[in-house]
Nanobody, 115 residues
């Protein structure tokens, strides 16, 4: 069974940086594309960054140029480096295995951008 444990969130001032980590249990991590989602209060959960099994990446327009997704297949981990943070980046961030499958979300990690 695949499980996700996100960490690295916190309170940061506008313009600051955070690095989120996600530990993924289960086998065959390296063959799946992975993504980072976020959900602000009252909003839907949106995909903001994704990385293929081969390491290709793409981003939502709202974070392009500021966020960087990466993965370490040896550690079954995916990361999200977030720079130049804005108040509108405030949300709970989740990682997820992309593609058609059934599973449970992790607890997420809260990111709050505020002065």
């Amino acid at each position: 069974q695949v499980q996700f444990v996100e960490s690295g969130g916190g309170l940061v001032q506008p313009g600051g940086s955070l690095r989120l980590s996600c530990a993924v249990s289960g086998s065959s991590f390296s063959i799946y594309a992975m993504g980072w989602y976020r959900q602000a209060p009252g909003n839907q959960r949106d995909l903001v960054a994704w990385i293929t099994s081969g390491g290709s990446t793409d981003y939502a327009d709202s974070v392009k140029g500021r966020f960087t997704i990466s993965r370490d297949n040896a550690k079954n981990a995916v990361y999200l480096q977030m720079n130049s943070l804005k108040p509108e980046d405030t949300a709970v961030y989740y990682c997820w295995r992309l593609g058609p499958w059934v599973g449970s979300w992790g607890q997420g990690t809260q990111v709050t951008v505020s002065s």
